[in-house]
């Protein structure tokens, strides 16, 4: 690495952007790492890019680590990395190269990894740059195709569908597991109310289950041991706090309840007001005269949800196929800070990625309680995303709380076939 000047651009680049590591945790990454990548052999000082091809990465957290895979590939002005969970990909195409470190901007999300690099190996951290001290170590090799072990042995067999259990104190919520297994190989995710852990991938390893997902804002790993051929004991972490045992009995007949059925209207009401602002500041209200006599999906979400990005990408092909058919979308977004530049900032990322062509407005930080606030005819608000359905006489038909998004397979099929048949019929009244 260069030692002087090519770290020294590296602070100097990220003191005027996100928050800077405070502390013992500046001097850890700013020093002694930065004295492990002067020690990497080959590519000190070059401007060598990291090798193209399939690396596999790890987030160091709460004593475990957790893989993913990402690609990276060389382009004329710089590399790209592709993110690896399952079928799903997610391109990162805003890197800066400084030297032999890299700062890549993690998609949608106010999130980032800091890293040295040679050719074979990264070392750095991801980090939440909205949260003040959110670091997590991050390391990476290149040429390893493998997630969790080379050489798994597969021994129990954990596809089809299992009733779960997350435990947490006294308390347990419900969840539908739904996996598929070829030789060792293991994908799928869990199923909540509040919507689904997307696309998890991972191995059957003799007894042992274990998957992991990491989108850029998200990071889960799960571990499960089968104790019977019809039942499993595991854990689940997530991030750089949470942890969480589950349990899980096979059960091909379980299901959720109905998410048509968790939020709804308080007594006496029939139909949605508000009056929020939108990206320029202007105020807008679904009362507005550009709204009357149409379809309304009014969409609650933040740009810091998975759940919700998925649902975005959805609703956003749907509308720019169906805009003419008197129907629009009005997302009312709560964002990690209660700040409508910020917002605007997350939102406009947002929409550009997605090419969304329907209204936004912001309502808020991203809390349930604060968005039970803004539109207080609802009885409660279970999950970001939930979505209104109003039809064209102003009158609130359907409120669906959470997302199966495509991670799930039949669950999202069954969504995109009922969400159709539903949204025709309102067109058609």
């Not at 595991?234 to 589950?246: I, R, V």
């Not at 968790?262 to 807008?284: H, K, N, Q, S």
């Amino acid at each position: 690495m260069n030692k002087g000047g090519g770290m020294w651009m590296f602070k100097l680049q990220r003191a005027g952007g996100v928050k800077k590591l405070s502390g013992d945790f500046r001097l850890i990454f700013f020093f002694i790492i930065p004295l492990a990548w002067s020690c990497s052999s080959g590519t000190e000082g070059t401007g060598r890019l990291p090798g193209e091809g399939v690396w596999r990465g790890v987030l160091h957290l709460q004593d475990q680590e957790l893989p993913f895979n990402f690609m990276v590939y060389h382009r004329d002005d710089g590399p790209e990395i592709e993110l690896m969970n399952g079928v799903e990909r997610i391109l990162l195409d805003e890197i800066s190269v400084s030297g032999d470190s890299m700062n890549i901007q993690m998609h949608i999300f106010d999130t980032s990894i800091e890293t040295g690099y040679t050719a074979e190996s990264m070392t750095g951290y991801w980090q939440k740059n909205y949260l003040e001290d959110y670091v997590i170590p991050f390391n990476a090799t290149f040429g390893e195709t493998f997630r969790f072990t080379g050489d798994p042995d597969a021994m129990a067999d954990f596809s089809g569908r299992w009733e779960v259990y997350f435990l947490s104190g006294s308390d347990s919520s419900l969840a539908v597991g739904a996996f598929t297994q070829r030789a060792n190989r293991l994908e799928g995710t869990f199923l909540k109310t509040t919507g689904d852990y997307r696309y998890l991938e991972g191995e059957a390893d003799g007894d042992s289950l274990k998957l992991s997902t990491f989108d850029g804002e998200h990071a889960y790993l799960f571990k499960g041991k089968m104790i019977s051929e019809d039942l499993i004991s595991g854990m689940y972490w997530s991030g750089k706090t949470w942890s969480q045992p589950w349990i899980a009995r096979k059960n091909a007949e379980i299901s959720l309840p109905d998410p048509d059925s968790l939020t709804f209207l308080r007594p006496g009401y029939d139909r949605i007001e508000f009056e929020l602002p939108a990206m320029d500041g202007r105020p807008v209200s679904v009362n507005d005269p550009e709204f009357r006599d149409k379809v309304i999906i009014l969409q609650i979400f933040g740009t810091w949800c998975s759940n919700c990005m998925d649902e975005t990408r959805f609703l956003s092909a749907w509308y720019n196929r169906n805009r003419h058919r008197d129907v629009e979308i009005i997302a009312i977004a709560f964002e990690r800070k209660d700040d409508l530049n910020y917002a605007r900032e997350r939102i406009t990322r947002m929409k550009e990625r997605f090419g969304i062509n329907y209204e936004f407005l912001f309502g808020g930080k991203s809390d349930k309680d604060i968005a039970a606030r803004v539109l207080p005819m609802l009885n409660t608000v279970v999950s970001f995303p939930t979505t209104i359905f109003i039809d064209k006489h102003g009158k609130v038909r359907k409120i669906h709380t959470g997302f199966s998004g495509p991670g799930t397979g039949i669950y999202y099929d069954k969504f995109v076939e009922e969400f159709n048949l539903f949204m025709d019929k309102l067109l058609s009244g």
